[in-house]
């Protein structure tokens, strides 16, 4: 698999750490964002920019800036699944994995095995997407939209 | 629906690829589209404010950071209960994220989705006893699937100008694409 590898050895000091549980979101949006959060973390502007710029290259952070609503943005957006056969999984990952529409994708221990998100940027074409992978791969696909979220407060730490 | 024009969408395509790692990020984002830093912030503003963008800070690979036992728990529920028991879960503080999402008859009965990220798989089967002795009679059913591979977490950053591609958190990812969305709305869908 392409893509940004983790590397092999970091270590997080308590700083590092501070970093990773209390910027997991409301960043500022003033002129100078880092130097506020950077006073509040206890460190200057430019260290709190070099960590993070460190927590991307080690690969912990995948990305320093907001989520995004795909719906609010006129997107389409859902989870979906499948029962794919274990001497097919191999192949239907690659697949999805070179899918651009699909933007997780999980393997999980159960009948419906394979979990993925799809995304698309207009509302419209997430049929087409599944209709697609459905046609290629010749197993149903299982859409599972959101119908309601109760919480979203995934903050891990560190 | 935020109405979004062109420009709007090309100022999130630029904050999609991360946030500029300098002093003053916002007025570099806005400057090749020709934007203030003023105008920037407004808009960035009044997305998280309407919820087109929604917490804005560092995107965490759980995985690097040995949050590997992620599982995820559906719960079969009755339709009037169901908020009743969303709100039994989100009350334990190890459960990420609960969805209710459409169940497909005779295939898949589960309707209420909910999320546990854990260091190991021991102790997150614990916090599912839990929550199951927890839910009690508003529960008919639930099963725990465990992830056993992560093929692709919503990876890095794909334009649909140039090539590249998506987590909200995990690795072995970019692959190649022209979907933004794909690449920025991390763990949500």
């Known amino acids: 698999m392409t893509g940004k590898r983790v590397r092999e050895t970091f270590s997080l000091d308590d700083i590092d750490r501070r970093i990773i549980n209390g910027l997991q979101g409301g960043f500022p949006i003033c002129a100078r964002p880092f130097a506020r959060a950077a006073k509040t973390l206890g460190i200057g502007e430019q260290e709190l920019i070099e960590r993070i710029g460190r927590l991307e290259e080690w690969g912990i952070a995948s990305r320093f800036g907001p989520l995004y609503n795909a719906e609010a943005m006129g997107g389409g957006v859902t989870l979906a699944a499948m029962a794919v056969p274990e001497l097919r999984i ?32 207009r509302a419209e074409d997430l049929e087409g997407v599944l209709a697609r992978l459905e046609a290629t791969t010749g197993l149903p696909i299982y859409p599972f939209p959101k119908e309601r979220s109760y919480f979203l407060e995934l903050k891990l730490e560190a | 629906m935020t109405e979004l024009t062109p420009l709007d969408r090309r100022l999130l395509d630029a904050l999609c690829r991360g ?14 589209l020709g934007l203030s830093e003023e105008a920037v912030l407004t808009r960035i503003q009044s997305w998280l404010r309407d919820g087109t963008l929604k917490r804005f800070g560092v995107v965490v690979r759980h995985h690097e950071l040995g949050w ?20 039994v ?101």
């Open chain 1, 90 to 121: 191999a192949e239907i990952a690659r697949l999805l994995n070179e899918t651009p529409e699909v933007a997780h994708n999980y393997l999980r221990d159960f009948d419906l095995n394979m979990w993925f998100v799809v995304l698309t940027e």
């Open chain 2, 68 to 87: 590997s036992a992620n599982a995820m728990v559906v719960w079969q529920v009755d339709p009037d209960r169901l908020d009743r028991l969303a709100a």
């Open chain 2, 19 to 32: 946030l500029p790692l300098e002093p003053r990020p916002y007025a570099a984002l806005g400057r090749p």
């Open chain 2, 89 to 189: 879960l989100t009350g334990f503080p190890f459960v990420t994220l609960c969805y209710r999402r459409r169940p497909i008859p005779e295939r898949w009965p589960f309707n209420l989705y909910c999320m546990i990220h854990g260091v190991d798989r021991a102790r997150v089967l614990d916090q599912v006893d839990r929550l199951v002795e927890a839910a009690g009679s508003l529960a008919q059913n639930h099963r725990v699937l465990f992830s056993r591979r992560r093929f692709k977490q919503c990876g890095p950053v794909m334009r649909h100008v140039e090539t590249s591609e998506p987590i909200p958190q995990n690795p072995e990812e970019i692959t190649t694409g022209r979907n933004r969305l794909a690449s920025c709305a991390g763990g949500e869908a």
